[in-house]
């Protein structure tokens, strides 16, 4: 889906596809990147981070890969269960000015 | 403690009141953040603390908001004269370092009236 003004970027997966979640990223310097999920109501969990001296990390169920030369962030989960149904927001750091930018988020809603 | 806690979970304020959030950090975190999240969209950076010095305060609205992080003391942010705008999710997080994770609280729900 596209963004338009507050609406965030919705992905629908059935249960047990992979789903895939795209992000890009604002600044060449940044050298540390991290994924979050946020339930309703809650606040952001950390799920999986990757630095820029990488282009790939596995996790539980989750796989990051980095693309420097487009400045391009993704996140794969494999066989989505309903419980990853959240708002997925991936973040960008440059450890030389030590703050954290949000992107805008991406609604997941995993079909039983 | 081995979350980030933040109260109150909710709070509701006139236009024009003074509202005041607090924040404990994970035990031996040193650094402590702000964020603004308004309508389930991208957080807005306020501040950050190392210890009891502001660390970042590029993303504070200067005249109205206010934080502080005092030793022994939970961290606050204070808004005074809140404005209908200031409506939000403010989220605390703590991290080791600037370049490590950061721990989210479960946020306290401002709405101003």
């Known amino acids: 889906g596209e963004s338009v003004g507050l609406h965030l970027p919705t992905l629908s997966v059935q249960e047990g596809d992979n789903s895939i979640i795209n992000c890009a990223y604002s600044?060449?310097?940044?050298?540390?990147f991290i994924w979050y999920k946020q339930e309703s109501g809650k606040g952001p969990q950390f799920i999986i981070d990757?630095?820029?001296?990488?282009d790939k990390r596995q996790g539980q169920r989750v796989t990051v890969l980095l693309n420097k030369t487009v400045k391009h962030l993704s996140l794969q989960i494999a066989a989505t269960q309903p419980g990853d149904s959240a708002v997925y927001f991936c973040?960008?750091?440059?450890?030389?000015?030590?703050?954290?930018?949000f992107g805008p988020g991406t609604s997941l809603s995993v079909i039983p | 403690g081995e979350e980030v806690a933040q109260t109150p979970k909710h709070l509701v304020r006139g236009e024009g009141q003074k509202a005041k959030l607090y924040c404990a950090p994970i035990?031996?975190?040193?650094?402590v953040f702000w964020y603004q999240q308004v309508l389930k969209n991208e957080f807005k950076f306020l501040i950050s603390?190392?210890?009891?010095?502001?660390?970042?305060e590029t993303g504070m609205p200067k005249e109205r908001f206010s934080a502080k992080c005092l030793p022994n003391s939970p961290c606050s942010l204070e808004i005074q004269a809140t404005k209908l705008e200031d409506s939000a999710v403010y989220f605390c997080?703590?991290?080791?370092?600037?370049?490590?994770?950061?721990?989210f609280g479960p946020g306290t729900r401002l709405t101003v009236t």
């Open positions: 997080a703590s991290s080791q370092s600037p370049d490590h994770e950061q721990y």
């Open positions: 600044n060449s310097a940044s050298d540390y």
């Open positions: 990757i630095r820029s001296n990488m």
């Open positions: 973040a960008e750091i440059r450890t030389s000015y030590d703050k954290v930018i």
């Open positions: 035990k031996g975190h040193s650094y």
């Open positions: 603390f190392q210890n009891e010095n502001v660390f970042d």
